[in-house]
C-alpha cells in the first residue's frame, strides 16, 4: 500500500517535473516587434521616429526569440543577408529572402541560430536609408533545466515525507 503510494506520487511528480520544463521554455522566448512599436518595417524617417540599429542595440536576443515585421509586401520586404551585404546594402545575393504575398502583413522570423543576424529591406534606397539592423543572437539560458532540477529536489524531498508517513 505504502509502496503504491510513493509509486502514484514519483508518476505524478514526473509529469509536474515535465510540465515545469515545457512552461519554462516557452516562458523563455520572447516575440519582438521590430522597430519597437508594433513592428513596423518601413523607411526612418524624422517623422516615424524608427531607428531599428539603436532599438536592435537596446535588447538582448537568444535563440528560439521571433522578430515580427509588419510591412505591405508590395512596399517593403526582409532579406536576411551577410555582414558584407549588410554594410553596403548589397539586395543581390541574399541568404533568405522573407517575402509574403497577399495581405498578410504579418512575417515572424525565429531566431534559431547562436550567431548575427543581419537584415535589410531590399527595396531600393530603403536599406541606405536605415531600414535594416543586426541581432546578435546569444544563446538561451537553461533557465528551464535549472528550473527542473530544482523541482526535482523538490519532488525527492515531498517524495520522502510521504515515505516517511
Ligand atoms: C515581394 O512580393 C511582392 C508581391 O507579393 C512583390 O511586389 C515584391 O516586389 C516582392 N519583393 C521582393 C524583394 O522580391
Ligand atoms: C540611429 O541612432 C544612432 C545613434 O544611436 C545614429 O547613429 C543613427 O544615425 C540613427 N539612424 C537613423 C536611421 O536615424
Ligand atoms: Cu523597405
Redesign the pocket.
Known sequence: MARQGSGSAVAGSLIFVVILALLGREALASDYKVGGTDGTWEV?TATNG?????WA?SHTFQTGDRLIFRYAPSAHAVQRVTAQAYSACTVTNPLELYNQSGSDLNLDVQLENEEPYYFICPFPGHCP??QKFMVNVVKAAAVGLTQSLSTVAAVATLGSFFLFF
Open positions: 526612418p524608427l531607428n531599428y540599429s539603436q542595440a536609408a536605415g
